[in-house]
């Protein structure tokens, strides 16, 4: 797309974070109520 590897490296970033975060208050919701997503 144009871009050179360490630009596309930087320009995950924001998705990668969104991605744990997402994770993270995911399962810590799930040990908080106790489900499970099985």
Same mark, same amino acid.
């Given at each position: &797309? %144009?871009? %050179? @590897? =360490? *630009?596309?490296?930087? =320009? @995950?970033?924001?998705?990668? #974070?969104? +991605? *744990? =975060?997402? /994770? /993270? @208050? /995911?399962?810590? =919701?799930?040990? $908080?109520? +106790? $489900? #499970? %997503? &099985?």
């Amino acid at each position: &797309m %144009g871009h %050179g @590897t =360490l *630009a596309s490296n930087y =320009l @995950t970033i924001a998705v990668d #974070c969104l +991605g *744990a =975060l997402a /994770f /993270f @208050t /995911f399962a810590f =919701l799930s040990d $908080k109520y +106790g $489900k #499970c %997503g &099985m």
